[in-house]
């Protein structure tokens, strides 16, 4: 079935420093979600992205979709200590429901 | 509702007992979701309802595990004889439909079996 994989697993960044988290597949995606979950909290949609190439922003966020439609990218510039949290990619699965990356945890030191 | 109501938010059973988990989803999400989140884990998907359709019950671990969804709306996961590897965070989610729609998950109901 279709899986993504996401890396690195964890990062540890200064703040004002960047992040970047990366979500890859073996097989073409309809669509990338990507979901962030605060430490004790439940994950919160951030985005779709559904078009080839396709880049969005969200402030500080800028989120993309590859060319071939099979990796996104999620960019965090200048972190703040509220970025904290586990970011996840999903994308539907054959049945209709998501399939979730393992997730990327941030931790950010002020 | 305005969001995903989850009950109960905590949930402590001894192993062998059988519990039921609630989930309330937003009025008009037709699409609902079962997911397991294990401590510092992902999110394993257990079972997907979407409006009158035959749920895909595909992620469920066992025989133990079964969820229903009454009159397309609130819906409630049994687990039976529980195992202390039952214990996790059971999150439900709902959504207008597929995998193309973003998810609202409830804020969970923490089940620890002892």
């Known amino acids: 079935g279709q899986q993504v994989m996401q890396i690195p697993q964890y990062q540890h960044v200064q703040e004002g420093e960047d992040f970047t988290t990366y979500c890859n597949s073996s097989t073409t995606l309809s669509n990338i979600q990507w979901y962030k979950q605060r430490p004790g909290g439940h994950p919160v949609f951030l985005i779709q992205?559904?078009?080839?190439?396709e880049v969005k922003k969200q402030k500080r966020l800028t989120f993309q979709f590859g060319e071939a439609k099979k990796n996104s990218s999620l960019h965090i510039t200048a972190t703040q200590t509220t970025d904290v949290g586990t970011y996840f990619c999903?994308?539907?699965?054959?049945?209709?429901?998501?399939?979730f990356g393992k997730g990327t945890k941030l931790s950010v030191k002020p | 509702g305005a969001g995903v109501s989850q009950s109960p938010s905590n949930k402590v059973t001894e192993k062998g007992k059988d519990v039921e988990l609630r989930c309330d989803p937003i009025?008009?999400?037709?699409?609902l979701y079962w997911y397991r989140q294990s401590l510092g884990q992902g999110l394993e998907f257990l079972i997907y309802f979407q409006g009158n359709s035959a749920p895909d019950k595909s992620g469920l671990p066992s025989d133990r595990f079964s969820a229903e969804r009454t009159g397309g709306s609130v819906s409630t996961l049994t687990i039976q004889r529980t195992q202390q590897e039952d214990s996790a965070v059971y999150l439900c989610?709902?959504?207008?439909?597929?995998?193309?729609?973003?998810?609202?998950f409830g804020s969970g109901t923490r089940l620890t079996v002892v």
């Open positions: 989610a709902s959504s207008l439909g597929g995998g193309t729609y973003g998810y609202t």
């Open positions: 992205l559904v078009k080839s190439g």
């Open positions: 009025s008009g999400h037709t699409a």
């Open positions: 999903a994308s539907g699965g054959s049945q209709g429901n998501l399939i």
